[in-house]
């Protein structure tokens, strides 16, 4: 009679030996994400350069075997069995990034594929990664100091009427405005830094030509060169009469997370609609509070740096000391870091770069917003490429900002808009490079914004 020992040993079936590959595979994936902790985004990525090298791997072995004349061995090797079982692991990793990554571009977004891809992988575990590829990139690509002067600047705004001298036997009459209470108030145009200065530069401008001869506009726009270093760099500057205007704070898409509508100026403040701007970081990289139309989306913070919108009307920038509600006299607050002016000084912690959250830092020369608010009580919102935090906080002291916080940074989200007329027509973009169309926020938009409207 044979022994047991003699007998073969069976071969597992294909079934069984799937099963087996398929779980050391989620093993494998499981222990990494154990200790790795990747995230859903640069896991995707991991696996997807994974399966992109096992490939080249196993074409190089067909060519090299092709090449030798030797045929494939029968069975499965070691080697193949490894093989076999990192592709089930990438395979593993991919299907929920896919499935995750389709969900996310197939939601409503007026962004760019490529917008919503970086936004996609920063909120799926890969906001360093992004920061830091973004940090290398805007390193590179960061402008040589010095460099030819401008010859001309494009200003920003709609030209005053030429003022008449005495030798004209006649003066034009001013168009007629209605009474205001409060005494007229027009800021200084912005003392050039630049010498010679270019034709209008710093010089503000109205946004609609029916104000051109008001003593106290409700915005004015002009454009300037902030930085000796860099005579090619253009900022822009809009200020907001707070006695002739009143703002308004509405929910994105995306942002703040849960928001409702409507997304975009409605229809019923078109008409009195004179320019909009982007409010600031998204709550992941804040981590701010936002208060809008009686509505609490986020819980506000106390030290965050918070633009503040009275029921009467007052606005300010100012260190939320409240609670994480704000009284019934607040209309909207939405937070961003903490301050980068107060006190018509800089903030001395501008050096420290982690304080300013998983952004780019304090020193990449990147795209920046800001916006502060003056001694008077009005609103100064200031934006330019190749600005540091450091130099934005410059920026809006020498426009006359005493309080300040930065906004948005990157191309995509630095935006401010202004009407040349009344029901959001004559759009145009306070800076020609800002990224984004002039109708941005007529339409619904990803991202929280502020719209100005005339009193």
């Known amino acids: 009679m044979q022994s047991q020992a003699a007998l073969p040993r069976r071969r597992p079936n294909g079934v069984s030996r799937v099963l087996a590959e398929v779980g050391i595979a989620a093993l494998v994936v499981a222990l990494l994400a154990l200790a790795l902790r990747p995230g859903l985004g640069p896991g995707a990525l991991i696996a997807a350069a994974a399966l992109v090298v096992l490939g080249l791997a196993d074409a190089a072995t067909v060519l090299i075997r092709r090449i030798r004349g030797t045929r494939r061995p029968r069975g499965r090797t070691a080697p193949q069995a490894a093989g076999r079982i990192a592709t089930l692991a990438a395979a593993i990793v991919l299907v929920p990034a896919a499935i995750s990554y389709i969900a996310a571009m197939t939601r409503p977004s007026n ?133 002739r205007t009143h703002l308004a704070l509405y929910t994105g898409m995306q942002e703040p997370p849960g928001a409702t509508g409507p997304h975009a100026v409605p229809a019923s403040g078109l008409t009195k609609l004179l320019a909009t701007f982007n409010s600031g970081f998204k709550h992941a990289d804040s981590n701010g509070g936002f208060f809008s139309a009686g509505h609490l989306f986020e819980p506000l913070r106390p030290g965050q740096g918070t633009i503040v919108g009275t029921t009467t009307g007052r606005l300010d920038v100012r260190a939320w000391q409240g609670g994480p509600a704000p009284p019934s006299s607040i209309a909207f607050a939405r937070q961003n870091l903490p301050l980068i002016v107060d006190h018509h000084r800089p903030n001395p912690n501008l050096s420290d770069g982690p304080q300013w959250g998983a952004t780019l830092g304090n020193a990449i020369l990147v795209w920046r917003s800001g916006v502060g608010v003056d001694r008077h009580g009005n609103l100064i919102y200031a934006a330019a490429p190749y600005q540091s935090v450091s130099s934005l906080a410059r920026m809006l002291i020498h426009a006359g900002a005493v309080r300040a916080v930065e906004l948005d940074i990157n191309t995509a989200w630095v935006t401010l808009n202004s009407y040349a007329y009344t029901g959001g027509r004559g759009a145009s973009s306070l800076l020609p490079d800002m990224a984004r169309p002039a109708t941005r926020y007529l339409t619904p938009d990803d991202r929280d914004f502020f719209a100005v409207y005339l009193r």
């Open 111 to 243: 962004s760019s594929l490529s917008i919503r891809s970086v936004e996609w992988l920063r909120d799926n575990g890969g906001r360093s990664l992004v920061s830091e590829v973004e940090r290398i990139y805007y390193s590179i690509t960061a402008p040589a100091k010095g460099g030819p002067a401008l010859k001309h600047l494009e200003v920003a705004g709609v030209a005053a009427a030429p003022v008449l001298t005495h030798q004209l036997p006649h003066r034009a009459t001013p168009v007629p405005t209605a009474p205001r209470p409060h005494p007229a108030y027009r800021p200084r145009d912005i003392t050039p830094v630049i010498h010679p200065a270019l034709p209008g530069e710093g010089v503000w401008r109205v946004t609609q030509a029916r104000f051109a001869h008001e003593p106290s506009p409700p915005v004015l726009v002009t454009t300037y060169r902030p930085d000796p270093s860099y005579p090619r760099v253009v900022a822009g500057l809009a200020w907001i009469n707070h006695l």
